[in-house]
C-alpha cells in the first residue's frame, strides 16, 4: 500500500478547508483513493483551521503515524493545532516566500513559494488556490483532475469565480514539478467512487431507514447532518423542524414517531445528556425513535470541535431505572450510512430508543470511497389491520404499532409503568411482566451478522477489540502485525448493546490476549466489555481526544508484553 | 350527535374529590361531542402533573409523556399526522415551569392545535408547592415565607409569544368553558386556553373563585393592543375568549419527490 499525508494549516477564513477539499476531488478524479481529516479552533473565524489528507492507492480511512508534508497558508494559531499533525523526519514545510515557518519547525526541509506574489496577479486571488495548484502538481494530480475539482466546487458561483481560481491554480501548478515515486507512479483504478462528508452520509443512512420525521438542536459537530437533511427529508415526504431545545428534540421525535412517522435526531454529549429523560420516555412508552450522537471531547461542554470516543458510557447508561435500549457504533466513515440505516431499522423492529454513536473525527471526514449501497433490509410496517384483539403491551409478544388516524386501536403511550393495555399501573407484577417484555424483546432478538465484523486469521493470538473511527486502524494494525509474523486480529463491535455475548465468547477464548483500544481517559469500553465477560482477561490502551490514535502507538502497546 | 359521556374512557381519574379538573373533563368531553370529533383522529397529549393524568380519562389516543414537555411531544405528533385533532392538557407547574420554553416556542409556531392548562396556582401531586402563577405571599412547606415572586401572567405571555387564539375559562362554569374549548379546537391555530381549576386539597380557598368569575364584557377581537389590554386590566377571574385571529400556521419545508438513489448520487457522486 502506498501511502502519502500531508496538512495545510492557516487561521481560520484563510481557505485551508477549500484548498484541501480542491486536492481530495482532484485525487479522486485522477483515480486515486484518500480521506481528509479537519480540525478547527473554536472561533468561527481568524483561530486555527487545518485539514489533514491520507492519501493511497487503496481505500484508505485510518490515520498516518507522521506526515510527510506540511503547508503553511499562515502560521497563525499553528501551535494550538501542532501536535495533531506530527511530521516525519523526511518531511517539508512549504509556505509563502513572506511568512516563514516558526521556529518550532526549524530543521526540517523548507520551501518556499510566491503564493502571495501569484494571488496578487488575479483579481480577489487568495493564496489558497495557488497552493493547491503547487501541491497538486508536485504530488503528481493532472490538471485537468484540478479543474473538474474545481469546477465541481465552485461552478455554482459563476464562470468567472471559475476562471479567477482556475487561473491562480495554474500559477501555482506551474510552480512544482511532478515527484516522480509519488501519485504519478501509483497504480490508478478506474472505478467511479464516492467523496462522501461523514455527517450527510449519515443523513443518507436514516433516509435509507425510511426517517419521516427530523428534529433537532444545533450543536457542533452534529449540525451539518440536520442540515443536510433539511433540503432532502421533504423529498422523501418528510418533516424536519429545527427545535427550541434538545429536549424538544427528542420529544417532537417522539411524539412524531407515536403518530406514525420513523423518526430521529442528531446531537452531541450535552444535547445528549438534554435528551436522556426523553430517551427513557421511548423505552418505557416503546416508541421507537432513533437518535445519532456524533462525540465531541467531554466532558461538560468539553471541545466542541474535536473528537472522543467518551459518550459510551452516557449512551449506554444514560437513561434513568432500568433502561434496555439498543447502542450501535458504525465501523469508520463508510459504515455511517449502513449503521444509521440498521440504527432505525432497529427502533422499528424492536420499538425502543436506538441510539447510534458516530464521532466528530467520522462525522467531519471526508473521504473517497466506493459506492456505499444501502443495506437490503424488510421494511417495518406499521399499522395494525384488526385492534379487535390487539394489545399494546402483551407479555409475551410485540404487537404492531397501530398509526393514530387510520387505525382504530387507541390507546394511551405513557411514561407511567403500565399494564398490558397501557393503563398505569404501580402494581409490583405489572412491573415487572412490563420490565420483562422491554428487556427480553431486545436480549431474544437475532441481530445477525451485522453486530460485529471480524478481520484477521481466525487463530489470532492477538485480538485487537474496538469500534467506531478506531476500526479501520484496528484493522490495519492487525494486518501489519500478521504480516510481521505475529498472528493479530480485529474485532470490531458494531452492536454494543445489547452485546452479542454468545457469538463473541469462542472468538474472544480462542485468542491468548485480547486488547481494547479506545479513544477514553477512563477505559470506558474495556470496563463495559469487562463487566459483559467477567471471566474473560481482558486489558486495553484508553486515551482521550483529541489527538488521534495513530498505528505507531498500537504497536507500540502491544509490543509492551510482546 | 354523541353525548359527553361517550368520549370518555372507563378509567375513573385519580383527583381528589371536588377537584376543578372533573369539570375540565367534562367540559372538554362535551365540547369533543358537539364538535363530533372521529375519536380515532384526535390525540390528547400530556406532560406530567394531576392535570396531566387526563389523557387516559378520554377515549381518544393519547400520550402521558415527560414532566414539561407535552407541548414538543404534540408538535411531533401533529406535524408528523396533521390530520389529527391534537389536544394538549397540562397545568400551571408543567405548562409555565418547568416547560416554559416549550410554552412560548410553541405559541410562537402557531400549529393548529389547542393548549388547555388546568391552573390551580399550586403544585398538587407533589403536595403543595408554588408555582409560576401562585401569589408571592402564599406560604408553603417549600416557602415558609412566600416565594415574593410576581406571577406569571401567562395570556400576556401567550399573545405577546404569538397564539392566535387566547382565552381564560373557568371549572366552575363547565356550559361556558366547553364553550370556549370548542370554540379553541375549531380556530385554525395554536388556542391557548387558561382554565382556572381549584385545587380543593392544597389551595381551598380557591373555591371562593365561584363567586368572583365573570365573562369578559366584550366580543373576541382580533386586535392585539386591545387583547392585552383587557387581559391585564380586568379582573384575574374574567373569563372568555380574549383574543382570536388569523396568522400563519407554520408550515415545514415541502418538495417534490425524489428518489433516493439521485440524492445519493447528487450529494457523493463525482
Known amino acids: 500500500m502506498k501511502t502519502f499525508s500531508l496538512a495545510i494549516t492557516g487561521s481560520g477564513g484563510s481557505g485551508v478547508v477549500t484548498a484541501g477539499k480542491i486536492l481530495l476531488h482532484a485525487v479522486a478524479y485522477a483515480g486515486y483513493w484518500g480521506w481528509m481529516a479537519k480540525s478547527f479552533g473554536p472561533q ?12 493511497a492507492d487503496t481505500p484508505v480511512e485510518h490515520n498516518s503515524d507522521t506526515f510527510d508534508l506540511l503547508l503553511g497558508l499562515d502560521w497563525h494559531g ?74 465541481k466546487l465552485l461552478s455554482r458561483k459563476g464562470e468567472e469565480v471559475v476562471q479567477q481560481n482556475l487561473q491562480l491554480i495554474r500559477l501555482g501548478f506551474d510552480q512544482c514539478e511532478p515527484q516522480p515515486d509519488l501519485l504519478s507512479s501509483w497504480e490508478r483504478h478506474s472505478d467511479t467512487p464516492w467523496l462522501v462528508q461523514g455527517n450527510p452520509l449519515t443523513g443518507l443512512g436514516l433516509l435509507r431507514g425510511g426517517i419521516r420525521f427530523f428534529s433537532a438542536y444545533p450543536i457542533t459537530p452534529a449540525t451539518d447532518l440536520s442540515e ?37 435526531t442528531a446531537t452531541s454529549g450535552p444535547g445528549l445528556s ?72 432497529l427502533a422499528e423492529t424492536l420499538q425502543t430508543a436506538v441510539l447510534m454513536a458516530s464521532e466528530q473525527r467520522l462525522a467531519m471526514a471526508e473521504a473517497i470511497l466506493p459506492p456505499v449501497e444501502a443495506l437490503d433490509l424488510p421494511t417495518p410496517e406499521r399499522g395494525v389491520k384488526d385492534c379487535s384483539d390487539w394489545v399494546r403491551f402483551a407479555t409475551d409478544a410485540m404487537s404492531p404499532l397501530p398509526v ?159 | 350527535m354523541p353525548f359527553a359521556n361517550d368520549y370518555k374512557s372507563d378509567i375513573h381519574p385519580i383527583w381528589c374529590p371536588g377537584c376543578g379538573h372533573f369539570m375540565v373533563l367534562r367540559a372538554l368531553t362535551q365540547a369533543m361531542a358537539w364538535l363530533e370529533l372521529d375519536k380515532d383522529r384526535t390525540a390528547v397529549i400530556s406532560g406530567i402533573g394531576c392535570s396531566s393524568r387526563l389523557p ?67 403544585y398538587g401531586m407533589t403536595k403543595g408547592q408554588p408555582s409560576p402563577t401562585t401569589e408571592p405571599e402564599w406560604k408553603a412547606k417549600l416557602a415558609p415565607h412566600g416565594t415574593h415572586l410576581r406571577p406569571f401572567q401567562p395570556m400576556a405571555l401567550a399573545l405577546s409569544a404569538g397564539a392566535s387564539f387566547v382565552a381564560r375559562g373557568f371549572s366552575g362554569n363547565p356550559a361556558e368553558l366547553s364553550k370556549v374549548i370548542a370554540a379553541g379546537i375549531e380556530h385554525q391555530g395554536f388556542s391557548f386556553i387558561e382554565v382556572l381549576s381549584p385545587c380543593v386539597t392544597f389551595r381551598p380557598e380557591e373555591l371562593a373563585w365561584r363567586h368572583e368569575a365573570a365573562p369578559l364584557d366584550a366580543e373576541p377581537t382580533d386586535d392585539l393592543c386591545t387583547a392585552m389590554h383587557n387581559v391585564l386590566k ?37
Open chain 2, 56 to 122: 387516559a380519562y378520554v377515549d381518544t389516543y393519547g400520550f402521558h409523556g415527560l414532566h414539561g414537555r407535552a407541548l414538543p411531544l404534540a408538535t411531533g405528533v401533529k406535524l408528523a399526522n396533521p390530520e389529527l385533532t391534537v389536544i394538549v392538557a397540562s397545568g400551571d407547574g408543567d405548562a409555565y415551569s418547568i416547560g416554559g420554553n416549550h410554552f412560548l416556542h410553541a405559541c410562537r409556531r402557531n400549529l393548529d392545535m389547542t393548549l388547555i392548562v388546568m391552573d390551580n396556582r399550586v
Open chain 1, 274 to 345: 438534554l435528551m436522556m429523560e426523553g430517551i427513557g420516555l421511548a423505552i418505557a412508552a416503546e416508541v421507537p425513535v432513533t437518535v445519532v450522537n456524533v462525540n465531541r471531547g467531554g466532558p461538560s461542554t468539553g471541545i466542541p470541535t474535536k473528537s472522543e470516543q467518551s459518550d459510551l458510557e452516557s449512551l449506554l447508561l444514560g437513561p434513568h431505572g432500568d433502561s434496555p435500549h439498543v447502542v450501535t457504533a458504525p465501523l469508520g466513515i463508510a459504515d455511517l450510512a449502513a449503521t444509521a440505516q440498521w440504527s432505525v431499522w
Open chain 1, 404 to 562: 393514530p388516524g387510520q387505525d382504530s386501536c387507541r390507546y394511551v403511550a405513557d411514561g407511567l409503568e403500565h399494564t398490558p393495555t397501557g393503563v398505569p399501573s404501580s402494581f409490583a407484577s405489572d412491573h415487572r411482566a412490563q420490565l420483562n417484555r422491554r428487556a427480553r424483546k431486545l436480549t431474544d432478538f437475532h441481530y445477525g451478522e451485522r453486530a460485529f465484523e471480524w478481520d484477521g486469521p481466525h487463530d489470532a493470538e492477538t485480538l485487537l477489540i474496538g469500534t467506531g473511527s478506531l476500526w479501520p486502524l484496528l484493522k490495519h494494525c492487525a494486518r501489519a502485525r500478521t504480516e510481521a509474523g505475529h498472528p493479530t486480529a480485529a474485532l470490531g463491535l458494531r452492536l454494543l448493546m445489547p452485546l452479542p455475548i454468545e457469538q463473541l465468547r469462542p472468538l474472544l477464548e480462542k485468542a491468548q490476549r485480547r486488547r481494547v483500544v479506545e479513544q477514553t481517559h477512563g477505559a470506558q469500553l474495556l470496563h463495559y466489555l469487562q463487566g459483559q465477560l467477567p471471566d474473560i482477561p481482558l486489558d486495553g490502551l484508553a486515551r482521550p481526544g483529541p489527538l488521534p490514535i495513530r498505528p505507531g502507538e498500537v504497536h507500540q502497546f502491544l509490543e509492551e508484553d510482546g
Open chain 2, 234 to 270: 380586568k379582573p384575574a377571574l374574567t373569563t372568555g375568549i380574549f383574543y382570536q385571529a388569523q396568522r400563519p400556521v407554520w408550515e415545514p419545508d415541502t418538495a417534490a419527490h425524489r428518489p433516493l438513489d439521485a440524492l445519493a448520487e447528487e450529494a457523493f457522486a463525482l
Open chain 1, 228 to 264: 443536510w437533511l433539511a433540503s432532502r427529508l421533504p423529498t422523501q415526504n418528510g418533516v424536519l423542524i429545527q427545535s427550541e431545545d434538545e429536549l424538544a428534540a427528542i420529544n417532537m421525535a417522539i411524539g412524531a414517531s407515536f403518530a406514525g412517522a420513523p423518526a430521529a
Open chain 1, 44 to 55: 468561527i473565524r481568524g483561530g486555527e483551521s487545518a485539514v489533514m489528507l491520507h492519501l
Open chain 1, 78 to 151: 499553528f501551535e494550538r493545532f501542532a501536535d495533531e499533525a506530527p511530521l516525519s523526519e523526511a518531511a517539508q514545510i512549504w509556505h509563502d516566500e513572506h511568512t516563514p515557518p516558526p521556529t518550532s519547525l526549524s530543521g526540517y526541509h523548507t520551501r518556499a513559494l510566491p503564493l502571495k506574489s501569484l494571488a496578487s496577479q488575479v483579481p480577489k486571488g487568495h493564496i489558497n488556490m495557488v497552493a493547491a495548484g503547487a501541491l497538486g502538481a508536485w504530488l503528481g494530480l493532472p490538471f485537468e483532475a484540478l479543474e473538474k475539482s474545481l469546477r
